[in-house]
């Protein structure tokens, strides 16, 4: 970039002229930020005031834009400019709208003005323009890992697209679980009862493209690269590269032979999927184990599902309770009776009720009850208590249906493997072996990785891969790896049709994303990257575990090997490292610590106190920006600078915060845990992490640990992140101003 040139720009519109001294925040840009072209304008947003921006940038050589005026969050397409970095400060949402009208707040409220644009300036100067790592590369073919429902969903929706598929099946055939389904739950229209299973015209459909190279009867051997480049070498010796990969490897049914109370070993006790493949072979007739015909079948709900007795499933399945209305219809046309015996019957989808009633039309008996044993006294013989009537009961049965609920076919988790390697890093022998026990009972690798962090993608705790339930469902913690269907959570087909069709657009940007070098998500578009000092690198290795999407690896010799397609930007990294070397070209260490440097910091004996808030900008800072909107105040002494995660917070900061004589600090973040709202997954766990030793710098500062807050926010949270503001300005003024003031 050429020779530095800053140019700030102050909106006069939105109430800020009405309620600032808008001549000084320009002579403050001038005089402390070291503005070059500082210019007022009555509606910056305007036409005009971005054409007045744009010659600046074209015909004064102005590489650096300040806009002050709204949060950094508005107006994005209006300050959109090439060639130049942006820098914001709020002025609107973070300070007239949160600050009361009257001259006596008037001088508080023009500090906090002034700060802000010293601040926006400071972080201009620090921050550079990102440029191309070289590393881009398009490559329109996706890899499709699974053959039921999803993966066949998948992969002609790519087809569709353009994109060229390589679909993976391990078995010999197309179709999975799907394709055993005698008929399936009708799309629409639930009241018409089960349709005839079309799963057969989306195999043809698939296998008669051009597009779609279908590899049966093989597994994945090898996958290295990054999204836009991945290599994969199969079993059966094929190569290719692709650019994105979508996992659809379904599920497997719970093992019901762990449930002895239903005597599972029994001929005519069966789980839903066998029950089908029954029925299937027999043409919708429904016979025994013995060939003989079933007059009496009894479907089981929930069976070691939705149970936190130990080898269960703790959740619900979703499918089962509409698959069990659909066996029962196959009974009752066969002029048979079926019962359901439910705790709670859940039919989801827009046709679930509609079926659900179907059902009842068809005169299959609903009993809410929980079933205590089904026993093989001759007849089969079903007790439960009936809820309704509060009565124990029993049903002979000819044969008993378990609703046993899915397990999704995944890999070994591979934060396994990085929890082994740091248990015998510690030499902790007794873990070393209960890890080892679990990885022995693993199953196998389907992606086989060549990742630093493991061979296929993080799981949560049940088992299903790893995903942003909220904001980000398909993505993995691998970038351009996308799961798709009861992999990823449990859902029935309908679902996973659906589902599969996300999981592949999203996989197509990723691809597009990955040949400009930009991020795929959640800062999508973003072109920076990571870079490190060699020369400081001391080889700790804590950028490599602690990054949530296997971005980085090391070379021979120790050292990070950053790869920038798989990167999301959150800056962990940076976080994590304890010498300060890892850095974005418009996000480092340097860029947040301007800021902190430049705000003024009054004396002791002025008694305006300085507290410091880092909001994570996916959570907190918006629900900051929504607190203006609603005009809910908070202290004139808070100054926050948004980062694009709390994991990207590096200590140094903090202790650069109260060296300087902030006097309180505020940590602002998502909520961790199993139910994590972090859209960078474990940004906030991490940054929780290491700020629960930050104690420890306090006490060498002879500082209250009081002074230093994290919290867990959401984004709806627009009234109390402004309490917290004002609990720790109470808290400052109960234990005093920082001995740090000069």
Not at 285 to 311: L, M, P, W, Y
Not at 436 to 441: A, F, G, I, S, V
Not at 626 to 645: D, F, H, K, L, T
Request: proline share 4%; glycine share 8%.
């Amino acid at each position: 970039m050429a020779d530095m040139k800053i140019g700030a720009y102050i909106c006069k519109g939105c109430g800020i002229e009405e309620r600032l001294d808008v001549a000084q925040l320009t002579s403050t840009a001038k005089r402390d930020g070291k503005a070059a072209v500082a210019k007022e304008h009555e509606f910056l947003c305007n036409s005009e005031g971005v054409k007045m921006i744009q010659d600046d940038i074209d015909n004064d050589g102005v590489n650096r834009v300040v806009i002050v005026g709204c949060s950094r969050r508005a107006k994005t397409d209006a300050f959109n400019f090439e060639g130049v970095t942006l820098s914001r400060a709020n002025l609107r949402e973070g300070v007239i709208w949160i600050r009361p009208e009257g001259d006596e707040h008037q001088e508080t409220t023009q500090e906090m003005a002034d700060d802000y644009v010293r601040m926006a300036c400071a972080e201009a100067k620090a921050m550079k323009l990102p440029a191309s790592s070289g590393e881009q590369e398009l490559t329109r073919r996706i890899l499709v890992v699974g053959g039921g429902v999803g993966g066949l969903t998948a992969a002609n929706e790519a087809a569709k697209t353009g994109y060229e598929v390589d679909l993976v099946e391990m078995s010999d055939k197309l179709g999975g679980i799907a394709g055993e389904l005698y008929q399936r739950v009708p799309k629409k229209n639930g009241l018409q009862g089960p349709v005839v299973n079309d799963l057969p015209e989306l195999i043809a459909a698939v296998e008669g493209s051009d597009k779609i190279t279908v590899h049966l009867g093989t597994t994945i051997k090898k996958t290295d690269g990054a999204p836009g480049r991945f290599n994969v070498e199969l079993e059966s010796g094929a190569t290719f590269k692709v650019g994105a990969i979508v996992q659809a490897t379904g599920f497997k049914p719970y093992d019901m032979s762990q449930l002895p109370e239903f005597s599972p070993n029994h001929a005519d006790v069966v789980d839903q999927l066998t029950f089908e493949q029954m029925v299937k072979a027999n043409d919708g007739a429904i016979k025994k184990a013995d060939g003989s015909e079933a007059k009496n079948v009894v479907f089981v709900q929930c069976a070691g599902q939705r149970s936190d007795k130990e080898g269960h499933l703790p959740y619900c399945s979703g499918h089962c309770c509409t698959t069990s209305i659909k066996q029962a219809h196959y009974v009752k046309k066969a002029g048979g009776d079926a019962t359901i015996i439910f705790d709670d019957l859940r039919t989801p989808g827009a046709t679930g009720e509609d079926f659900y009633r179907s059902g009842q039309e068809a005169m299959v008996t609903f009993s809410k009850g929980e079933v205590s044993a089904v026993k093989a006294n001759g007849s089969l013989q079903v007790d439960y208590k009936d809820k309704i009537l509060n009565e124990e009961m029993t049903l002979n049965a000819d044969i008993v249906v378990l609703a046993t609920g899915m397990v999704p076919h995944t890999g070994p988790d591979p934060y396994l493997m990085i929890d082994l390697e740091l248990a015998k890093e510690d030499d902790n022998q007794e873990l070393v072996k209960k890890i080892e026990h679990k990885l022995e009972l693993a199953p196998p690798s389907i992606l086989n990785l060549d990742y630093r962090q493991g061979p296929d993608v993080p799981q949560l705790k049940y088992g299903f891969t790893d995903s942003h339930f909220i904001c980000f469902p398909y993505e993995t913690r691998r970038t351009g790896i996308y799961t798709t269907g009861p992999v990823r959570r449990p859902m029935d087909i309908a679902q996973t049709i659906e589902d599969a069709t996300g999981a592949t657009l999203k996989a197509i940007q990723a691809c597009e994303n990955s040949a400009q070098g930009r991020a795929a998500h959640p800062r999508s578009g973003d072109l920076s990257f990571p870079s490190f000092r060699k020369e400081g690198c001391t080889q700790c290795k804590r950028c490599t575990v602690e990054c949530p999407f296997g971005a980085i690896n090391e070379d021979d010799a120790g050292f990070p090997q950053y790869n920038e397609a798989r990167c999301r930007r959150c800056g962990t990294c940076m976080g994590a490292c304890p010498v300060r070397v890892i850095s974005f070209e418009n996000y480092s260490v340097e860029t947040v610590g301007q800021q902190i440097k430049n705000v003024e910091i009054p004396d002791e004996f002025e008694e305006k106190p300085r507290l410091l808030m880092l909001a994570c900008e996916n959570d907190a800072y918006p629900a900051l920006d929504m607190a203006g909107m609603n005009g809910v105040e908070y202290s004139q002494w808070i100054r926050i600078i948004p980062v694009r995660c709390l994991g990207s917070v590096n200590t140094i900061w903090i202790t650069d915060a109260l060296n300087s004589g902030f006097d309180g600090i505020i940590l602002a973040g998502c909520q961790k845990g199993d139910n994590y709202q972090c859209h960078f997954v474990k940004g906030s766990e991490m940054a929780h992490y290491r700020m629960s030793k930050i104690d420890d710098t306090l006490n060498q500062l002879n500082l209250e640990k009081e002074r230093v807050a994290t919290l867990e926010v959401a984004i709806t949270d627009i009234h109390r992140i402004p309490a917290e503001i004002n609990k720790m300005a109470e808290t400052i003024n109960e234990i005093g101003m920082s001995p740090f003031k000069f």
